[in-house]
């Protein structure tokens, strides 16, 4: 009898166990994924970048811009369980590289420290997100608390980023690119902190939630650089 109670108590302990380990590996397996992914999206995105600066394509307007974004990000959503996801988040990433291109052109050619000023953008952008993503995974603290707040914040930041490129407003222009640094920053927090916790279980909708707020982290901070540049 005590040799049945044992072997019941044993496999009641494997069985906790394994329920313990499994979110664990669950966690482990998106964190990798969602890494690997977001490398060869930046790769990916940097070098459509790279090709439409080098062919001097001009910027293709805001009204362009945001159908493509929101219609690649449709179908990447639509499609995040199956094998097209992988196609239309390359598509969406690269498209979003495209429009980055004439960006960095326009500072490049009009600053004489315009490649200083990229290259600063670019290692503020990583140093916020490594920085920001080695805090949500050592401390493993839930930042889901953020969400609400985050999603208004960028909903107003957006709205007003739109009236500042409609009526040319500067002044209003940096300090929406302030409010995004700060909002993306936020967001890179809650989006890891949400992988951890298993609020996000699809690589691919992960993957794309850290693009978009890298992408976003890097205009704004180059927007910001504006004051240390120097015309030609």
Known sequence: MNRDL??????TLAMEARAGTMPGIEVNRVLRNTYLLLSMTLLF?????WLAASLNMPYPGMIVTLVGYFGLLFLTTRFRNSALGLVFVFALTGFMGATLGPIINSYVQAFSNGDQLVMMAMGGTGVIF?????????????????GSFLLVGVLVAFLAGIGAAIFDLQGLSLAVSSMFIL???GMILYETSNIIHGGETNYIMATVSLYVSIFNLFVSLLQQLDVFAVED
Not at 45 to 49: E, M, P, V
């Open 45 to 49: 995105s940097g070098f459509t970048a």
């Open 183 to 185: 909002l993306m920053a």
């Open 6 to 11: 044992n072997r019941q108590q044993a496999e």
């Open 130 to 146: 490594l920085t920001l993503s080695g805090v949500a995974l050592v401390t493993r603290k839930d930042f889901s608390f953020m």
